[in-house]
């Protein structure tokens, strides 16, 4: 069943939020695939094609802001909505949302806002299974 699930790639380099942020997803019904750095997270989106990201923007070597231009470079990703949830003020958000992203959200996060803008893009399918 976990192949019928919709799927979020994470990409958010520190540890105990992309840790915290993929419980809250995944029991909203939606499979998680995490990813640290913007190069790991876009060699996973070309391999499986996920039905919406979120993301960081400061992050090491790359940002967020990378990730959104190699995705709107790629006629097979160009579609995948973006959603941004970043520490960045929020004049640097915009930034964001000019290069495509579809939402941006400064931390720390209220995770209802985020949960509502993903369901308002994705439908939910599968089930949340405990443990998985």
């Given amino acids: 069943m976990c192949s019928e699930r919709t799927t979020i790639l994470l990409v958010e380099d520190d540890g105990d939020t992309s840790f915290a942020l993929s419980i809250l997803l995944g029991v909203e019904g939606y499979k998680v695939v995490r990813a640290s750095s913007v190069k790991e997270a876009y060699d996973d989106a070309v391999a499986d094609h996920p039905d919406l990201v ?71 399918t599968g089930v949340a299974i405990a443990g998985k």
Avoid: C
Wanted: net charge positive; charged share 25%; aromatic share 4%.
């Fill in 54 to 124: 979120v993301t960081d923007i400061e992050m090491p070597l790359q940002s967020g802001l990378d990730l959104i231009k190699l995705f709107k470079q790629n006629s097979a990703l160009a579609r995948v909505p973006i959603i941004v949830v970043s520490a960045m003020e929020k004049a640097r958000l915009q930034i964001a949302r000019a290069l495509g992203a579809v939402a941006v959200y400064q931390k720390p996060l209220e995770y209802e806002r985020l949960i509502s803008a993903i369901r308002s893009l994705l439908p939910r």
